[in-house]
Antibody, heavy 122, light 112 residues
Framework: EVQLVGSGGGLVQPGGSLRLSCVGSGFNLGTYSMNWVRQAPGKGLEWISYIGPGGSDTDYADSVKGRFTISRDNAKNSLYLQMNGVTAEDTAIYYC???????????????WGQGIVVTVSS | DIVLTQSPESLTVSLGERATINCKSSQSVLYSSNNKNYLAWYQQKPGQPPKLLTSSASTRESGVPDRFSGSGSGTDFTLSISSLQAADVAVYYCQQYFTTPPTFGQGTKVAI
C-alpha cells in the first residue's frame, strides 16, 4: 500500500523557518516526481512546488519562489520542504503528493500525505 | 495561469439522486498531440487529504465507484455522481495540468 507520512509542522513566528518532511512507503519514491500542495484554513488547494525524480528539476509557485526550497533524499525515500521567511499567508495544511505522470513538470496527484499543519503567528 | 471556475459553489442532493458539478477553464486543456484533456477531479472529505477520482477528464481511478463519471472537453467539464450516497458528502475539486502551474477550481461542497 502506498503511504506518505508527513512531519515537521507546528507554530513558527513570522520571518522564521521550518522544514517539512514526507516519507514514502509501499513504492520506490525515487522513481516518481513529487509535489507539495497547501490548503489555507477553510480555503481551496494551491500547488506550491515540484521536484523531478532525480532532484535536479524543481519548480515553484510565485507565492513561495525565493523563500521555499524543495529537495529529496531517494535513499531515505524522503521529500522535504525548507520554508524560510514565512508570513501569516503561509499558514496552511501542507500536503506532499505523488505525481502520477510527471518526470519533467507537475501533472496530477495520485497519492497524498495526511497533511502537515503549519501556523505562522507571533 | 489557467483559471478554473466551478459551479455551483455548493449543492444539496437527496440520497439516490444525481449530483452534477461543472468546471469551466479559462483556456482549452485539450492536448492536441494525444487528444487528451488534461483535467482531473478530486474528492476531499473533512479532515482528510484529497483523493484522485478521475484524470484525463473521464478516466476513473482504480477503486473509484462507477457512480462517479467525468465528461467534457476543451474548456467545459462535468463530474457526475449518479446516485448520491452518504459517503459522497465532500468537497470536490477540478484541477488542470495542461500548463504549469497546475491550478485547482475553488471547490464545490456536496451535502445531503
Amino acid at each position: 500500500e502506498v503511504q506518505l507520512v508527513g512531519s515537521g509542522g507546528g507554530l513558527v513566528q513570522p520571518g522564521g523557518s521550518l522544514r517539512l518532511s514526507c516519507v514514502g512507503s509501499g513504492f520506490n519514491l525515487g522513481t516518481y516526481s513529487m509535489n507539495w500542495v497547501r490548503q489555507a484554513p477553510g480555503k481551496g488547494l494551491e500547488w506550491i512546488s515540484y521536484i523531478g525524480p532525480g532532484g535536479s528539476d524543481t519548480d515553484y509557485a510565485d507565492s513561495v519562489k525565493g523563500r521555499f526550497t524543495i529537495s529529496r533524499d531517494n535513499a531515505k525515500n524522503s521529500l522535504y520542504l525548507q520554508m524560510n521567511g514565512v508570513t501569516a499567508e503561509d499558514t496552511a495544511i501542507y500536503y506532499c503528493a505523488r505525481d502520477a505522470w510527471g518526470n519533467s513538470r507537475p501533472y496530477f496527484f495520485d497519492h497524498w500525505g495526511q497533511g502537515i499543519v503549519v501556523t505562522v503567528s507571533s | 495561469d489557467i483559471v478554473l471556475t466551478q459551479s455551483p459553489e455548493s449543492l444539496t442532493v437527496s440520497l439516490g439522486e444525481r449530483a452534477t458539478i461543472n468546471c469551466k477553464s479559462s483556456q482549452s486543456v485539450l492536448y492536441s498531440s494525444n487528444n487528451k484533456n488534461y483535467l482531473a477531479w478530486y474528492q476531499q472529505k473533512p479532515g482528510q487529504p484529497p483523493k484522485l477520482l478521475t484524470s484525463s477528464a473521464s478516466t476513473r481511478e482504480s477503486g473509484v465507484p462507477d457512480r462517479f463519471s467525468g465528461s467534457g472537453s476543451g474548456t467545459d467539464f462535468t463530474l457526475s455522481i449518479s446516485s448520491l450516497q452518504a459517503a459522497d458528502v465532500a468537497v470536490y475539486y477540478c484541477q488542470q495540468y495542461f500548463t504549469t502551474p497546475p491550478t485547482f477550481g475553488q471547490g464545490t461542497k456536496v451535502a445531503i
